[in-house]
């Protein structure tokens, strides 16, 4: 069983669409995350929710909306997608926000091309 | 700001040992992580130091001092398999715990 899976794993689309990508973890975590991981492979944090709660979200432009139906999952929905949105979106999990040695596990990624 | 740092790309042989450095300064601390990622793959976790001193795990070691803001991953008896990036993260802790990444090593292993 895939620990933290997303779908799709690629995404092409054109500019102007509207894309959601899809997370769910089947560990019991508490949180969920999701990455951003450019063309440079620098993985930087988007949004993070704790039990369905938001609690991270960075500097994010809003047409990213992250959404949590329950804390097994937490979806990515972007508007009006841009050429610069292009790059790899990881999702992820952990146990326990609190506890600092709680690895995170991450799931296989969505390449995000727009043309 | 959060600031971590590690080379961008390094180079070792087959058999040989190859240490990794990682240098932060960030607003807050609740350990230090490493990853492997190999390409087109996701990150998979290695290590986890919160204390100062070496961690060993198999042909992986990792080492922090928190007073220098400094850790790094030792990886010996390199393997082809190795070839991979390897990300330094740290767990900021307080009310978020954020977890950071520094931009990543890209380890190539030649024969």
């Known amino acids: 069983d895939t620990a933290v899976s997303q779908t799709p794993k690629y995404l092409v689309t054109q500019m102007g669409n509207d894309k959601s990508i899809k997370c769910e973890q089947n560990l019991g975590h508490d949180t969920m995350y999701w990455y951003k991981q450019d063309s440079k492979k620098f993985l930087k944090i988007m949004f993070s929710y704790n039990n369905k709660e938001l609690i991270i979200n960075e500097t994010v432009p809003n047409r990213f909306s992250p959404k949590s139906p329950d804390k097994a999952h937490l979806n990515l929905h972007i508007n009006s997608l841009e050429l610069g949105d292009s790059a790899v979106y990881f999702c992820a999990s952990s146990q326990d926000r609190s506890l600092g040695n709680t690895e995170a596990f991450f799931g296989q990624g969505t390449r995000l091309t727009v043309v | 700001g959060q600031n971590i740092d590690q080379p961008t790309e390094m180079t070792a042989t087959e058999g040989a040992i190859v240490q990794i450095n990682c240098t932060y300064q960030?607003?807050?601390?609740?350990?230090l992580f490493w990853y492997q990622q190999h390409a087109g793959e996701a990150p998979t976790f290695l290590s986890y130091n919160v204390l100062d001193g070496l961690e060993e795990k198999g042909r992986f070691s990792s080492f922090l001092s928190r007073s220098k803001g400094y850790s790094y991953l030792l990886l010996k008896e390199l393997q082809m398999k190795d070839s991979a990036s390897y990300l330094c993260a740290v767990s900021l802790g307080g009310a978020t715990n954020k977890l950071i990444f520094g931009t990543g090593t890209l380890l190539a292993v030649q024969p």
């Open positions: 960030t607003s807050g601390f609740n350990g």
